[in-house]
């Protein structure tokens, strides 16, 4: 993004569009994302503010603009700002998603599959609508953050949606709550009954506390407002077949460029504003992969900090084992020590039966005592395997996590591509432009000077005609007065 700069005496051709969206704009981390139209357009906090620019009248102006920008950024830094900044953002991206799926679906006229991509898109934007703000539950994994818990409540509040619940636990193909909670949308959609059911869990605060922090999406004013825009989505067709698709492992990426405007629709003055937005969206893009790459690298040391683990816990194991062959050789040389001292007890004479007695107690009481270190040995031993089972279990999560992560990161490099190809179109065409203004102002500037000789000629033969004027005068003059003398 470019840095502050001094204002100029020249208006900026999009100063207008800006103030008149400014009242429209939704903030994500520390990027603007304003509506125009049924459009996308991303900018940085930083590059634009809510008001045109004062005109520069003093050496003060200046530092005021910067003091009410650093205020603004000090703002954006609130928890509590962001996260409202975060709501007003899901809701309009809810909207632009809501509105552009009915509209396709009634242009289609036909019923909706899975494959339909501003469908997938609509799920994804629901996904995260329902992710904002959910409190994390601890597990031997880490945090988890699940939206299937609220989901499940619904059956609770509306008896009609224990069916879905049911359906969805009964799918085969489904082990994460993830899945399944994809999954509860997609039967909710189908039965046409995805409004009724979010409205109906949107009005029991009390339970969605459990599962949500006090200023998330669902817990707010724009929770409601996604609820009551879900409404129009009853007049579409839907059919889904769940039970060859995966749930578990698919990417929930925000797909921006279906929102996003087509640099063919810019004319003339408008390809200053939308190189600005493209850029804006190229930076907003790049910071979005920048935190992917630095998830992807927690999650490699993670995985190397299992592996080390799991390393640790077979030489560990392989250290038992060796113990528990130790001990059962032990074991039976006790048995036969003692099966020994049995046979010379019953031939040998009575007077040494006492000591032979006692030797036979001891040895009963370390065979106890071998045996019990030999189940407890095992009980570890169990432990220790059921640990390692749990490791692995991590680690393949743990991979497919990484690949999800990896595949959208590839998503977004695409998208990235694609808004620098439409960077430079939209520059080809401004430098066309530029072009061809600077010919006309040069014909212009050629146009003036021939208008000026001209000017000067008729000037030259105005004058030329006053004086022929003056010498015609002056010569009948002279011959009125020759004319009586020749009389």
Not at 262 to 290: C, F, H, M, P, W
Not at 399 to 406: A, G, I, L, P
Request: aromatic share 4%; glycine share 4%; hydrophobic share 35%.
């Amino acid at each position: 993004m470019s840095a502050l700069t001094p204002p100029t005496d020249m208006p900026t051709p999009t100063t207008d569009k800006i103030t008149q969206a400014a009242m429209e704009t939704i903030y994500l981390c520390k990027f603007r994302v304003s509506m125009d139209g049924e459009w996308l357009c991303l900018r940085e906090l930083d590059d634009i503010s809510l008001t045109p620019d004062p005109e520069p009248t003093h050496e003060d102006s200046w530092e005021d603009l910067t003091d009410l920008v650093e205020q603004m950024r000090d703002d954006t830094e609130d928890p509590n700002y962001l996260m409202a900044n975060e709501r007003m953002n899901l809701m309009n991206m809810a909207k632009l998603s809501i509105k552009g799926l009915i509209e396709s679906a009634l242009n289609l006229g036909r019923t909706l599959d899975s494959d339909y991509a501003p469908l997938q898109q609509f799920f994804v934007v629901m996904e995260h609508c329902l992710k904002h703000g959910l409190k994390a539950k601890k597990t031997f994994l880490g945090q988890n953050k699940s939206f299937w818990g609220p989901l499940e409540l619904v059956e609770k509040l509306v008896p009609e949606a224990a069916e879905i619940t049911a359906s969805v636990k009964d799918l085969p193909g489904l082990k994460t709550p993830v899945g399944r909670g994809r999954a509860w949308l997609r039967l909710a959609l189908m039965q046409k009954k995805l409004s009724e059911y979010m409205k109906a869990l949107i009005n029991k605060k009390e339970l969605l506390s459990e599962f949500y922090e006090p200023n998330a999406l669902m817990m707010e004013e724009e929770g409601a407002i996604i609820a009551g825009l879900l409404v129009g989505l009853n007049v579409i067709d839907a059919n889904f077949c769940m039970k060859g698709e995966d749930l578990d492992s698919q990417v929930g990426v925000i797909d921006f460029s279906m929102y996003l405007k087509d640099g063919n629709s810019s004319k003339g003055s408008e390809g200053d504003g939308q190189i600005t937005a493209i850029l804006d969206q190229k930076n907003y893009v790049e910071e979005l992969n920048r935190h992917l790459n630095a998830t992807v690298n927690n999650l490699q040391a993670k995985v190397d900090a299992l592996e080390k683990s799991n390393t640790k816990l077979t030489e560990e194991l392989a250290v038992a084992n060796n113990r528990i062959i130790t001990l059962q050789e032990e074991m039976e040389r006790v048995k036969e020590e003692s099966s020994y001292i049995l046979e010379s007890n019953r031939k040998g004479p009575k007077q040494d039966r006492t000591s032979d007695g006692q030797a036979l107690s001891e040895a009963r009481k370390h065979l106890k005592e071998e045996t019990q270190l030999r189940l407890d040995v095992e009980k570890e031993l169990e432990i220790q395997i059921s640990m390692r089972q749990e490791m692995e279990l991590a680690m393949k999560m743990l991979e497919k996590d990484v690949c999800e992560k990896q595949d959208a990161l590839v998503s977004l490099r695409q998208q990235l591509d694609d808004l620098r190809a439409l960077k430079h179109e939209l520059a080809f065409k401004l430098q066309s432009s530029d072009l061809g203004v600077k010919q006309k102002s040069e014909l212009n500037s050629r146009l003036e000077e021939k208008t000026n000789q001209m000017a000067a000629t008729i000037k030259q033969l105005e004058q030329s005609e006053k004086d022929l004027v003056k010498q015609a005068k002056t010569l009948n003059s002279a011959a009125n007065k020759l004319i009586p003398k020749h009389h």
